[in-house]
């Protein structure tokens, strides 16, 4: 931090970013030096061949090129190693050497031509190694200039352009930007901010529709992401830096936690007998919200079986039959639903696999044997879905009978909205409950089928005032608090270790952005030490580091201001940097309005060491915990995997059947573990 300025625009690596690459080029360059002299060695220089003189020229030179650019690399992975993130003063020789570095691919790429030349046009008679090893050198220059203008392509910064140079600097690299000029020249470069992540957006989603829906969600998300992104002059290696530093001191203050106190439970908690019920219900739910994601995850979950059990059913021809299945024109999807809840094909009321944006698949089914009436909704599985998750902003959501603040998620009320009308409009619930009047209604979904079932519950509340609804961890960033305190009578969230997506927000985010600037600007090592160590520990686990601090002396006030650095753009008033010296309250809590965890929260924990062999029996805990909790992402090699919803199924499964954990219900206000 900040990004290298070179070539007279910013680009998207720092000064620092350079050991890696240049190791590795340093590395091949040698061996490359080390053949080529022993050929030349071999031959003492002499070559009996036609084309002889350009042969010997062309190895001299190609000597004395590789040697230079040996030694350029010794000094760019030299340099690129001193200093630390925030401190790119030893670096300040970098560009230079990077502009010695491009202007050695000139040589490089006029021997490589005439190494070509002599190989097509002067190379009979010569020594077939000796033939071979030109071919080669040339082959490896082509590839490497390759791969350089590739990596170039990849670290090029749209939004790098020169900025303007400030008439004076303030204390630590703070620029003035409260001037008229300052103030249009941060709105020019957002709008431009923007305009880049919708073409980066319209690149990505280059297959879907351009219609005015998908371009609308472009927008803003667009707008959403370049303001997570203004107020920062990060690199993605300073964001992967910052990253392993966190595990690690969330790991070690972790491990220095104080045992978990157990209470008593308070009037309004369940019981373990609850907590019990709950688990089976929730395992037996779970199956159904895996079962709406088709044949990808039955797949998945079933390697070795699963093809075989499918094949004979796809494709194959039954419009007659499968007259309520929509978008399934193959049928492999409802044959994997068939196949994972164990239901006939009578107890499907309805089941769409229709999939645009903010309109996500789910099913109707008649469940007998808890006697429901069951609606799963399927998550996140195409671009389309993605697209609706990233709709992160707020919209409003007014419930009757609620008060305070109503509003949630805007892609995933749009979702909810969606499928309420077709629930409603079309009559499909009605249908179901003329043909089972006693069954209750149960709503499902993991994941964005998670959050949407919860809204999608909150808005038929008043009609069905018995439902219940099992979300599986579902999107942090969800509902209003009005509304998650309403939510807690009827919907259960169960989340499984780690989980990323039920800790993610846009005010979580936030908070992790600030946490990343405050470690990486306190921490005294060179960026590679901590990418190797970082790297080291996630593979092979061990103690977490202590991390000096070379900040520890600076003033309190001074924290408060934005770091130093090369070219970068830094606002004077920005949240992060506002509270970077704070634990506490973020400054961003205002900017953004917090959105919370649906319902009654429920956390599977496993029990014991966190790590633990792969071929070890994983025991798990379940907890009452409260959406508190859940208010600061964990950095963990498990926070992706844990949110699979295979992963979340057989913990369910193995704390129903085998019950190798323990209950321990307590008060809300005691069970915010596993957090910063």
């Known amino acids: 931090m900040p990004g290298l300025v070179a070539f007279g625009r910013r680009w998207g690596i720092a000064s620092d970013d350079l050991v890696f690459p240049g190791s590795f080029e340093l590395f091949v360059r040698v ?15 002499h070559f009996d061949c036609n084309g002889r003189g350009v042969l010997h020229s062309y190895l001299v030179g190609l000597l004395v090129v590789l040697a230079l650019i040996i030694l350029s690399l010794c000094a760019i992975v030299y340099v690129s190693a001193r200093g630390t993130i925030t ?110 992540w919708e073409s980066r957006l319209r690149l990505l989603c280059c297959c879907l529709p351009q219609d005015e829906s998908h371009r609308a969600a472009f927008s803003s998300i667009a707008q959403l992401v370049s303001g997570f992104f203004s107020d920062t002059d990060l690199v993605p290696s300073d964001i992967a830096a910052g990253l392993a530093l966190l595990h690690q001191e969330q790991d070690k203050m972790e491990q220095s936690r104080d045992p978990e106190v157990i209470v008593d439970h308070s009037p309004s908690s369940p019981i373990g007998e609850d907590l019990e019920t709950e688990l089976e219900k929730a395992a037996h739910c779970m199956k159904f919200a895996a079962a709406a994601y088709g044949w990808p995850l039955y797949i998945y979950s079933n ?19 499968y007259d309520i299945v929509g978008g399934d024109h193959l049928g492999c999807h409802f044959s994997s639903i068939l196949h994972s809840t164990g239901l006939q094909y009578r107890d499907f009321i309805y089941v769409s696999f229709h999939n645009q944006i903010y309109e996500i698949p789910f099913f109707v089914a008649l469940d007998h044997k808890r006697e429901a009436v069951l609606v799963a909704v399927r998550g996140t599985l195409s671009l389309r879905d993605v697209l609706t998750d990233l709709s992160a902003e707020c919209e409003n959501l007014p419930i009757e009978g609620v008060s305070g603040a109503c509003y949630a998620h805007k892609g995933i009320c749009q979702a909810a909205g969606y499928i309420y009308k077709k629930l409603v409009n079309d009559g499909i619930l009605n249908q179901a409950f003329s043909i089972a009047p006693e069954y209750k209604l149960v709503i499902t979904g993991h994941s964005l089928g998670a959050g949407t079932a919860s809204v999608l519950a909150i808005l038929l509340r008043n009609s069905f005032p018995t439902l219940q609804c099992y979300s599986f961890s579902p999107p942090g960033g969800l509902l209003s608090k009005a509304l998650a305190d309403y939510s807690k009578d009827f919907v259960i969230s169960v989340v499984l270790g780690k989980d990323l997506v039920p800790r993610l927000s846009i005010p979580n985010m936030e908070d992790l952005k600030r946490r990343i600037l405050k470690i990486v600007s306190n921490c005294n090592k060179p960026k590679y030490r901590i990418l190797l160590q970082g790297c080291w520990y996630e593979l092979f686990g061990g103690d977490p580091d202590d991390f000096p601090t070379e900040l520890d002396d600076r003033r309190e006030e001074e924290l408060s201001q934005p770091l130093l650095g090369e070219e970068s753009l830094m606002i004077r008033h920005s949240s992060s940097y506002q509270s ?52 600061s992402i964990l950095i963990s090699p498990r926070m992706l995997a844990d949110h699979m919803p295979d992963a979340l199924l057989r913990a369910l499964n193995s704390l129903t059947t085998d019950r190798p954990f323990s209950l321990c219900p307590s008060t809300l206000n005691h069970s915010q573990h596993n957090t910063i």
């Open 31 to 45: 061996l490359w030096w080390i053949g080529t002299m022993i050929l030349f060695t071999y031959h003492k220089g």
């Open 87 to 196: 401190n790119p003063g030893p670096r300040r020789s970098i560009p230079a050497l990077v502009y010695l570095r491009a202007l050695l691919y000139i040589p490089e790429l006029v021997w490589a031509c005439l190494g070509a030349v002599w190989v097509s046009d002067d190379s009979q008679g010569c020594d077939p190694a000796t033939v071979g090893a030109v071919i080669a050198a040339v082959i490896a220059s082509w590839i490497i200039l390759l791969f350089t203008g590739i990596g170039v392509v990849f670290v090029f910064d749209p939004l790098g352009n020169p900025r303007p140079q400030p008439a004076t600097m303030e204390p630590l690299g703070v620029r003035d930007m409260e001037s008229n000029g300052g103030t249009q020249f941060i709105s020019t470069a957002r709008s431009l901010a923007v305009k880049v």
């Open 303 to 321: 390697l070795f079986t699963g093809p075989c059990k499918l094949s004979g059913d796809c494709c194959r021809s039954r419009v007659a039959e």
């Open 580 to 631: 970077l010296a704070s634990d506490d309250s973020p400054a961003h809590t205002a900017a953004h309005l917090p959105l919370f965890l649906p319902g009654r929260v429920l956390h599977i924990t496993e029990d014991g060491p966190s790590r633990r062999s792969c071929f070890s029996q994983v025991r798990y805990r379940a907890d009452w915990s409260n959406e508190m909790a859940f208010r």
